[in-house]
């Protein structure tokens, strides 16, 4: 299997004195002070955030990041790249350890009392990938009775085992544990689980890594808004965020990196700005 790299992507977040913005009221005003700024991002999700060895993290959401990034304040800017697994995402905008997350994001209910959300920058459907040989599941409906990845920290396997308003699915399904996607997709093809869901272009991401060993089922179960994440209360750099976000649509960055990374594959890829949710 091709992913030794992933398994390897993992380390130790440490505290950063100087993430969080610091003694700054906004992460903006950090930029704007310091040049410097922290980004956290997955480091293995490939074509998201995938980091190799001692460079930086490459993907869609990294590239997003940058773009952003340099836009908030019009100068150049140093970028600390750390790791934000999703299980620690609140922890380390809460604890001053990033100044923001790119990280496949989606916006939530339950997040918004916790996090500030900038955007979204791209509406995302929630999908399924098995195995491409298993013949039992062909529409979600199959899911029903069988193994499905709960990725530590994320939600969308709540999209198919819970009730509504947090559910849309509500069938039964044993739910099989792992830290996260990519031990989801190791799981997967090692056959301890059945189905892995979550965004498609994450789950294609993995997909083109392994051609021929894995399938989507192209049905989608909800829309997602991957968002950019920052320290409650920053309204301004929220603000500053989502001018960036129209503007990175508007020139047309956002089109040219999702076909840079996903224009291999056949799903269909955003094409439109979406709606900024508001900078509470």
């Not at 398994?7 to 906004?26: F, N």
């Not at 894995?214 to 968002?227: G, H, V, Y």
Request: aromatic residues 6%; contains cysteine; proline residues 6%.
């Amino acid at each position: 299997m091709r992913r030794a790299a992933l398994a390897g992507a993992a380390v130790t977040v440490g505290l950063a004195a100087c993430g969080g913005g610091g003694s700054y009221a906004t992460v903006v005003d950090k930029i704007r002070n310091t040049g410097t700024v922290v980004v956290g991002t997955k480091w293995d999700q490939p074509s998201l955030g995938l980091k190799i060895g001692q460079g930086e993290p490459q993907g869609f959401d990294a590239d997003v990041a940058r773009y952003i990034v340099h836009h908030l304040t019009g100068g150049d800017v140093r970028i600390t790249w750390r790791e934000s697994p999703s299980s620690t995402r609140e922890a380390l905008l809460q604890n001053g350890t990033v100044d923001m997350i790119v990280a496949s994001y989606s916006i939530t209910e339950s997040r918004k009392p916790k996090v500030t959300f900038g955007g979204p920058y791209a509406i995302v459907p929630q999908d399924t990938m098995v195995r491409a040989d298993d013949t039992t599941i062909r529409q979600v409906s199959d899911l029903r009775g069988k193994r499905v990845c709960l990725a530590e920290g994320s939600n969308s396997y709540r999209r198919i085992v819970d009730p509504p308003p947090d559910g849309k699915l509500n069938l039964p399904a044993h739910l099989v544990r792992a830290a996260n996607y990519s031990d989801c997709v190791r799981k997967l093809e090692n056959r301890q689980l059945d189905a892995v869901s979550t965004e498609n272009l994450l789950l294609a991401g993995f997909a083109e890594q392994e051609p021929g060993r894995f399938r989507l089922l192209n049905q989608p179960i909800t829309n997602e808004k991957w968002a950019v994440g920052l320290r409650k209360g920053d309204t301004a750099t929220c603000e500053a965020v989502n001018a960036a976000i129209a503007r990175m649509w508007q020139d047309g960055t956002t089109t040219r990196l999702l076909r840079k990374w996903f224009g291999r594959t056949d799903l269909v890829l955003p094409s439109t700005l979406p709606p900024p949710e508001g900078c509470p």
